[in-house]
């Protein structure tokens, strides 16, 4: 599966953002589609999730900002983001797991200015 990533940019702080991630196949097979993000100098870390069971877990800094849904129809995994804040800056990177193989999209920047 590849992962195509889109939807960065540079933003105020307050404003919104909405990331979108196209699955080169039927997203129906994927067991979880992810967003992760790395900000300047720090690691990796999990920001959402969602898998093919519904369930849906954020991290806790971007809890009722953040919103991931998946679009089964287009076969992509989007990333609303809504009142960011400069420390939401980051390269975000869309993720995919099938089984037991794992796949990665493209890192797109967001960066919010304060």
């Known amino acids: 599966v590849q992962l195509q990533a889109s939807g960065g940019g540079l933003v105020q702080a307050g404003g919104s953002l909405r990331l979108s991630c196209a699955a080169s196949?039927?997203?129906?097979?994927?067991?979880?589609m992810s967003w992760f993000r790395q900000p300047p100098g720090k690691q990796r870390e999990l920001v959402a999730s969602?898998?093919?069971?519904?369930?849906?877990n954020y991290v806790d800094s971007v809890k009722g900002r953040f919103t991931i849904s998946r679009d089964t129809a287009k076969n992509t995994v989007n990333l609303q983001m809504n009142s960011l804040k400069p420390e939401d800056t980051a390269v975000y990177y869309c993720?995919?797991?099938?089984?037991?193989?794992?796949?990665w999209g493209q890192g797109t920047q967001v960066t919010v200015s304060s």
């Open positions: 993720y995919a797991r099938r089984g037991l193989n794992v796949f």
């Open positions: 196949s039927t997203i129906d097979s994927i067991n979880t």
């Open positions: 969602s898998s093919s069971a519904g369930t849906i």
